[in-house]
Each structure stands twice: as C-alpha cells, then as structure tokens.
C-alpha cells in the first residue's frame, strides 16, 4: 500500500534530540510505503538445528540460556521458553559443524499453507506435503524451500499451552530469527509475495520484515552469503537483558555485542556467540506497530558519529560475532 502524505512515525524523544537517530530532510518529495501484518503467516515459532556435540548444547540452552527440555523423540531435544509455544528450539546430533534445518512458521489457517504453497511458483519447491506432525505442539505442517536453499516449516493447528507468568530472565518466546542474504532484494520479494509479509524497515546492512504487531518476525543481513545471522529469544525486561549478559559472562560467554538499544524495532539487545558458532540474542521491548507504521529507509536511519545504537553506550561488534554470522548455513534437504 502507498500512501503520498503521512506522518512519519518517530519513537519517543527522537525528534527532541540534538543529533537525531532518524533524518527528516529525506522526507521532502517521497512516496512512503504502508505495511501491512500478513494475511498467511501469524508469527516464528521456533528454529531446528544439527550440531555436532549434542549434550553440549543442549546443555548451554538450559542450564545457561534459560529454556527447559521439554521432549526427547529419535535423538531430537525439544526446548521450550515460559510462553505459549510448544518449543523455541530442537537440536539434533550430525557430523561436521552446525546446521540450519529449519525455520518454522505459523501459518494462519490451513488455506494459508495452501496460498502459500500456490504462490512459490518458480521461487521454491515444496519439500515435503501437508500432513500431521508428530513433534511438539502436533498440528499439520508443511516443508518448503526457496531457490538458494533456505528451509521453512508452515505449521497449522499445533497446540499452544497456556503461558506461565514472565519468569525473570528465562526466554518467552522467538522474538525474530535474521538470515543473511547475498540478494536481499530477491529475498524480501520472496517474504512479500509468498509469505505476504511487509517491509517494516531498512537500514544500510539490513531489512526488517513484520507478519504481525511485532517491528519484525524475519529480518535480513546484506552480506555476501546466506548463512545464519542470529535467533533472537523475548526476554520479559531491560533488567533480563542485562543479567542475561552477567550470567553468560559468568559461563564462559562474553557478550558479542550490547548492551545497547537498536533503533528499528527500539528493543533492548545483548548479542552472545554460543556453541558451535550459533549466534544468540536476548531482547526486550519490542516496538509493536500497526498497519498506520510507514516504512523508513537508510537515509531516515543514521546515527551520529561514533554510535550503533540508541544509547551510545554499545561498542562495536566483537570479530568472534561477526565470523560466527558467517559459519551456520541451512542444511541441504535429503
């Protein structure tokens, strides 16, 4: 949806500021750009994974990250956060270094996972068909890929439990998984017109896709590869968020980058490399927006010299991350 006038949405305190985080002088003469929440897909749920040291990890997702084993079925763990999804993560033993597997979205309704599949066209192929799901939450699901390889699971109808009341610095939920992308223009498509996702943000190095209230659910880096960018888990404040950072530094896992504040999305983030070069964040307040958001591009988002987030407090990413955004590709289908 395009819109020739509208009032371009700040986040509070931005247009008071001395050297302001969003530019208004790339306002004058520009078309803006609605978004929208999808009509197919109603949020991430959850993000599988290979590793070669199984016990390992699952022992830094629980013991040290905060989610809990919830199932074990054919050598899969299964690890859920305090809300309503069955599981966040599942892990799998392999050989060689870390893989992708999937990513799994929740479909809105069956029909949903019907349009989508009708929309891939040339863009993907269907992997496997629909059909019931023995895994966590069941449901029905559907496996489909897109042309460079990227894996995701449409799931209909699995079971939700009843959130647990937020838990002081245990994970709720996936915030937002990021993807690198070497064509991000053909990636966003992509989201636009299978997924009907829309465009939220962007920025320089990275666009930002909402399906939902949510600033974003799917966000892509642009790099030169396709790798794993990072998983993000909602943690239920700023105070999580920081003694998250304490408690991984206290294990082993110094923090990648953060503490800071971005500015699309406004969450709160502190960036961990974990085992096997999975790249994780913990995050908080997340913007949530409605279809009245206009989307912002690079020349609306600029920070003053010397800052990377909101607060001008984040150092620059450590090189650990940066390498490790580079190593967790998806998994060739069989």
Avoid at 14 to 40: C, G, K, W, Y
Avoid at 95 to 114: H, W
Avoid at 298 to 313: K, L, N, V
Wanted: hydrophobic share 35%; aromatic share 10%.
């Amino acid at each position: 949806m395009i819109w020739q006038k509208t009032k371009l949405h700040l986040h509070p305190g931005f247009e008071h500021q001395a050297d302001p985080f969003l530019s208004t002088s790339s306002l004058v003469n520009r078309t803006f750009i609605m978004t929208h929440a999808s009509s197919r897909i109603a949020g991430v749920r959850s993000v599988a994974l290979s590793v070669p040291d199984l016990q390992a990890t699952a022992d830094f997702f629980t013991k040290i990250w905060g989610l809990e084993l919830t199932d074990n079925q054919g050598g899969i763990q299964y690890f859920k956060g305090t809300g309503s999804d069955a599981y966040l993560i599942s892990l799998r033993q392999s050989q060689g270094p870390a893989k992708l597997i999937d990513v799994t979205l929740r479909a809105r309704s069956l029909q949903a996972i019907q349009d989508i599949q009708q929309h891939l066209g040339e863009h993907g192929k269907v992997i496997s068909p629909t059909a019931p799901v023995s895994e966590p939450g069941g449901g029905v699901a559907c496996t489909i890929s897109d042309k460079v390889g990227r894996i995701y699971k449409l799931v209909f109808a699995d079971v939700q439990h009843p959130a647990s009341s937020d838990q002081k610095d245990r994970p709720i939920r996936l915030a937002h998984v990021v993807l690198n992308s070497d064509e991000i223009a053909i990636t966003q498509k992509f989201y636009e017109d299978v997924f009907d996702f829309s465009l939220s943000d962007r920025t320089k190095i990275m666009a930002f896709m909402r399906c939902n209230s949510d600033h974003h659910s799917i966000a892509f880096g642009d790099t030169d590869n396709n790798a794993l960018n990072h998983i993000a888990f909602l943690v239920p404040d700023l105070d999580s968020v920081m003694r998250g950072g304490g408690r991984l530094k206290d294990a082993g896992f110094p923090i990648a980058w953060g503490p800071g504040r971005h500015g699309p999305g406004n969450n709160t983030f502190n960036y961990f490399v974990g085992p096997n070069d999975i790249v994780v964040e913990y995050t908080s307040e997340v913007e949530q927006i409605d279809d009245n958001y206009v989307a912002r591009f690079p020349s609306d988002w600029t920070w003053p010299p010397g800052r990377i987030d909101q607060w001008g407090i984040s150092p620059m990413p450590h090189p650990t991350l940066k390498e490790a955004q580079k190593k967790v590709f998806f998994e060739t289908p069989t």
